[in-house]
């Protein structure tokens, strides 16, 4: 197998060669483990999984992770001593340093977990430093490591990842901006103006978190539910799926829409109208390289995805210098960005600085 710096990497090494680190991504049924070598290389090519047991509480869920830990090393036959750091996500809302809102949420149910110091359980356990990422953030770091490869540490992107919610990150040259309280990037519940967006008569849509008209009011699985697939069916009186109870018939609205449903349609175009409105005040922010998306609405029928990218992409107002060199393009591999990007920042700790992917292929894009 030729050295990996053979393929052009140019990442400065203070750390020695035989040095890894793991990746743990944290989910509601599953954890995902990898194992980045110190040449930027991922040493598991595929999904490799065991159960999270969150809903059992904390103290269960840091052993699964343990056990995660464990298992992606004897699969990569790597030995412990050689891991200098672990990368973990998990899905918010946490703090920066992976401490548990007060409030629980959705996959921490469970009593023990308010205020829970995730991170820190889990470093004691494992008795290896472990490096905190909230999972957006984490897919974040890998979408943009794997789109610019070799020049990642010198560009900055933004990324918005559709799912129950809309997640945000934003890589400013090749690092997570986290902010001084881990919030940065909610790019969610950023307020998008409403004007051309709202049909006539359409109620202006709700978000769990308490406002009306931010992003994820529109583009989410929730918005679907809540708000936009509620009001189109009135435009629609004959629309079959009058005939399903609306979380049932929210889940149907993607296999519509790509073929070609034309409410469906509508759906989708304005959740890309409201992702463009956010990427177009980011374009006002930082001015980043790339505007990813991610999710369900992108990891569809390769007509249909780049049909939801080229909306986004005329929704994305950019000036014309920013225009010619940005670009609008899809999260790659996103079932296991989370875990690759939590590598990807436990060795960016390790080396003290951020580093390339070497041989990754460039993600696709209509830019
Ligand atoms: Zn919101």
């Not at 202006?204 to 406002?211: D, F, K, T």
């Not at 449903?261 to 956010?278: N, P, S, W, Y």
Request: proline content about 5%; hydrophobic content about 45%.
């Amino acid at each position: 197998m030729p050295h990996p710096f053979e393929k052009g990497a140019s990442v400065s090494l203070r750390i020695p060669d035989s040095t890894v680190v793991v990746g743990l991504d944290n989910g509601g049924t599953t954890n995902n483990a990898t194992v980045l070598d110190a040449y930027g290389e991922f040493l598991v090519e595929t999904l490799a999984e065991t159960p999270s047991r969150v809903q059992e509480g904390p103290v269960i869920a840091v052993q699964a992770l343990a056990e995660a830990f464990a298992s992606v090393l004897a699969l990569t036959g790597i030995s412990r001593d050689r891991v200098r750091a672990v990368g973990f996500d998990s899905p918010g809302p946490s703090s920066a340093t992976g401490v548990i809102s007060s409030l629980g949420s959705t996959n921490f149910r469970h009593p023990g977990w308010r205020n829970f110091d995730f991170r820190a359980a889990l470093e004691d356990l494992l008795g290896i430093p472990v490096v905190y990422n909230n999972d957006t953030n984490a897919a974040a770091l890998y979408a943009h490591h794997a789109h610019f490869g070799l020049e990642a540490p010198h560009r900055s992107s933004v990324a918005m990842i559709v799912g129950t919610g809309l997640g945000g990150g934003i890589v400013q040259e090749g690092a997570v901006i986290r902010g001084s309280s881990g919030m940065a990037g909610e790019l969610g519940h950023v307020l998008v103006q409403l004007e051309g967006l709202l049909e006539e008569g359409q109620p202006v849509p709700l978000c769990n978190c308490g406002q009306t008209g931010d992003a994820e009011s529109f583009a989410s699985l929730t918005g679907i539910t809540m708000n936009l697939l509620p009001y189109w069916l009135t435009r629609f009186p004959d629309h079959p799926l009058h005939a399903l109870p609306i979380d049932k018939a929210a889940r149907a609205v993607r296999g519509l829409a790509e073929r070609g449903d034309e409410m469906a349609l509508k759906i989708f175009e304005q959740q890309a109208i409201a992702i463009g409105r956010v990427f177009s005040i980011a374009a006002n922010f930082t001015d980043p390289d790339a505007y990813f998306v991610g999710g369900g609405v992108v990891e569809a029928a390769p007509h249909f995805q780049e049909w939801f990218l080229a909306q986004v992409r005329d929704h994305t107002h950019l000036r014309e210098e920013q225009a010619s060199r940005s670009q609008v393009a899809v999260v790659p591999d996103l079932d296991m960005a989370g875990a690759r990007g939590a590598a990807l920042g436990a060795l960016a700790s390790v080396t003290g600085a951020s580093i390339n992917l070497t041989g990754r292929p460039v993600a696709s894009s209509v830019g």
